[in-house]
């Protein structure tokens, strides 16, 4: 199940974890293209499951990480490792676009 990343734990559990990539899916409950994606993030959350770290930011609870980043359309998906962001997807995109950016980082 993909973890569920605040303003407050975001520091912890994503710029902390080291080489681990670490996918982060910034949605609204109000955006269709991000309702579209959404089963797709979990399916992989469970198929990566200790490979990667998997989770989703909700951007009208948490405003102070998505603005930091820039983040001005959802869905976007960012990919950390070590703490920096590594790739970056915009918009609902095929499971597999989001695989291999996952896989790249997995390397």
Same mark, same amino acid.
């Given at each position: 199940?993909?973890?569920? !990343?605040? @303003?407050?734990? !975001?520091?912890? /559990?994503?710029?902390?974890?080291? @080489? #681990?990539?670490? $996918?982060?899916?910034?949605?609204?409950?109000?955006? +269709?293209?991000?309702?579209?994606?959404?089963?797709?993030?979990?399916?992989?959350?469970?198929?990566?499951?200790? =490979?990667?770290?998997?989770?989703?930011?909700?951007?009208? $609870?948490?405003?102070? #990480?998505?603005?930091?980043?820039?983040?001005?359309?959802?869905?976007? $998906?960012?990919?950390? =490792?070590?703490?920096?962001?590594? @790739? =970056?997807?915009? +918009?609902?995109?095929?499971?597999? #676009?989001?695989?291999?950016?996952? =896989?790249? /980082? $997995?390397?």
């Amino acid at each position: 199940m993909a973890l569920e !990343f605040s @303003d407050s734990n !975001f520091e912890e /559990q994503v710029l902390n974890s080291g @080489d #681990t990539p670490v $996918l982060v899916d910034f949605w609204a409950e109000w955006c +269709g293209p991000c309702k579209m994606i959404g089963p797709v993030v979990e399916e992989l959350a469970v198929e990566y499951d200790g =490979k990667a770290i998997i989770g989703k930011m909700n951007i009208d $609870l948490n405003s102070a #990480t998505p603005m930091k980043y820039g983040i001005r359309s959802i869905p976007t $998906l960012l990919v950390f =490792k070590n703490g920096e962001v590594v @790739d =970056k997807i915009v +918009g609902a995109v095929p499971k597999v #676009t989001i695989e291999d950016k996952i =896989k790249n /980082q $997995l390397a």
